[in-house]
């Protein structure tokens, strides 16, 4: 079975046709240490499911390729 290209029910998804090779900016910015860069694709992805909402990693892609997908309740 295949995989499927993007989780939707992590809080935070990355586009990776606009996500930037090896560019690290998102996964810096995470205070819970959320994301990570996959080797193989040299692009950003959660690893856990843990976020806090808070934005930064969003904030700081340069090129808008990082979505935090905030709860209703929250926003």
Do not use: F
């Amino acid at each position: 079975m295949p995989l499927a290209p993007q989780r939707a029910d992590v809080p935070v998804t990355i586009d990776e046709s606009r996500c930037i090779d090896g560019c690290t900016l998102c996964v810096d910015m995470c205070p819970l240490d959320s994301l990570a860069i996959d080797p193989a694709s040299n692009k950003a992805y959660m690893h856990v499911d843990e976020c806090w909402y808070c934005g930064p990693c969003a904030a700081r892609c340069p090129t808008g390729a990082v979505t935090v997908n905030m709860p209703y309740l929250l926003r």
